[in-house]
């Protein structure tokens, strides 16, 4: 999907970054718009970029702007993939276990 349409999980990693849960979550969302729009002027890199350092800022992941702008310039669909893995990995471990309603014992 990261190849084909990047837009889409562009948009999945930023509402993963603001609601862990996924609850209200729909692929049409602004930032797959934002990132579909610049992405015709092949300036979707810039935001990107400027996401990847608040993620890194927000789980204290160590790196630079530099190296954020080169990743996100030069191999886009292989940082959104990291990107969206990090955000799953991460929000996960803060909304700890959650037991499926499956799973629930009475």
């Not at 603001?18 to 579909?36: G, H, V």
């Not at 608040?54 to 790196?63: A, L, N, P, V």
């Not at 955000?87 to 014992?105: K, V």
Request: hydrophobic share 30%.
């Amino acid at each position: 999907m990261s190849c084909c349409l990047p837009c889409l999980t562009f948009g999945k990693t930023q509402a993963r970054n603001r609601d862990a849960t996924l609850n209200s979550f729909s692929y049409c969302n602004a930032d797959c718009t934002i990132f579909t729009s610049l992405t015709f002027i092949y300036s979707h890199w810039i935001i990107q970029t400027i996401r990847r350092g608040k993620m890194r800022k927000r789980f204290g992941i160590k790196g630079s702007c530099c190296g954020d702008c080169c990743a996100t310039f030069f191999c886009s669909c292989c940082v959104l993939v990291q990107e969206e893995k990090e955000a799953e990995l991460r929000t996960q471990a803060e909304l700890g276990y959650q037991m499926t309603p499956g799973m629930e014992y009475k």
